[in-house]
């Protein structure tokens, strides 16, 4: 049956867990949450420990945004207020109100990254490019994505997240102002079917390709060291799991030697024992036979004294 009680309990709990933990340096993470696991078996909750277990290590990028929602509350308010003003100006259709509103998106995700990134140099972390690109693409799909957007607020995220354009905002129809200063955020492009032919020379579009393909090539790197070190922290985990179910082994089979040698005293002294109850039968039966005698002559005795009176 289930208890509410214990479970509001359990997720109580945990969710103080996790505070903890996402407020943790990602390099000390794994290591306190196997601690605290640990800490749950022991007390025998082990439902508490197995959701421990469970919670994913950040990423430095995702962790560079936790710190920046615990550090300002009210700048990743700002977040959550533009995403619920784009949603309503897409449901309402309104071209206008989306085009302002993405102007907006630009200045409000622009300045929160450099938050992130001033939050992340306040905790002695750099981040690198890749990092900061991260930081934006997690931004901008927090605006357009509810799920995303809960799991920034509540500052647990544990990787960074892009935007496919399948979420249910569906923000991005209409395409950001372009900005000549600011290269932190791509804008949406359409082609312009009216104006001159404006294709770049052949040297421009090679650098163009060439640029594309190294940020295709950073980026895939990026996800490649991220999926390096989720399984640098399974290892980890799975090393501790190891240790930790060793060390049970080795603790009851320690037991199981001590419980043996108890066995095999206490089976010597039980048959000490049946050997001193067998010779305590036999002398009761003697003493016994005895008193019958004992008694019997002490009859004859009496009967004899009689015969003289």
């Given at each position: ?34 601690e605290l696991?640990k800490e ?13 277990s ?12 936790n ?6 509350p ?173 060390s ?26 049946r ?11 003697e ?11 002490a ?11």
């Amino acid at each position: 049956m289930h208890d509410p009680i214990a479970a509001g309990a359990l997720m109580s709990r945990l969710e103080e867990i996790a505070d903890e933990l996402y407020g943790l340096t990602p390099d000390r993470f794994v290591a306190r949450r196997s601690e605290l696991a640990k800490e749950a078996r022991s007390e025998g909750d082990r439902k508490l420990a197995k959701a421990v277990s469970g919670l994913r290590r950040p990423t430095q990028s995702a962790w560079a945004v936790n710190q920046w929602v615990r550090a300002e509350p009210d700048n990743c308010g700002l977040i959550a207020e533009l995403a619920a003003d784009l949603t309503a100006a897409q449901r309402r259709s309104d071209v206008g109100a989306i085009r302002s509103l993405s102007t907006r998106r630009k200045e409000v995700v622009a300045a929160s990254a450099r938050g992130v990134v001033d939050t992340a140099d306040g905790l002695g972390v750099t981040l690198s490019e890749n990092m900061i690109r991260e930081v934006v693409q997690t931004l901008r799909a927090a605006i357009a994505d509810r799920d995303t957007l809960d799991l920034l607020r509540r500052g647990r995220l544990t990787s960074s997240v892009e935007y496919s354009g399948f979420g249910p905002a569906g923000v991005f129809v209409v395409p950001d102002p372009a900005s000549d200063t600011d290269d932190t955020e791509a804008t949406d492009t359409a082609p312009d079917d009216t104006g001159p032919d404006d294709t770049p020379p052949d040297d421009d579009a090679e650098a163009d390709e060439a640029a594309a393909r190294r940020r295709e090539l950073e980026e895939r790197l990026a996800r490649a060291e991220s999926v390096e070190q989720e399984a640098r922290d399974d290892l980890t985990e799975a090393s501790s799991a190891v240790d930790e179910a060793s060390s049970e082994v080795d603790e009851l089979a320690g037991r199981v030697r001590e419980l043996r040698e108890q066995l095999s005293r206490v089976e010597d002294e039980l048959r000490f024992a049946r050997q001193r109850l067998s010779a305590a039968e036999k002398g009761r039966s003697e003493a016994k036979a005895a008193l019958r005698e004992a008694i019997a002559e002490a009859g004859e005795i009496r009967a004899a004294l009689a015969d003289l009176d």
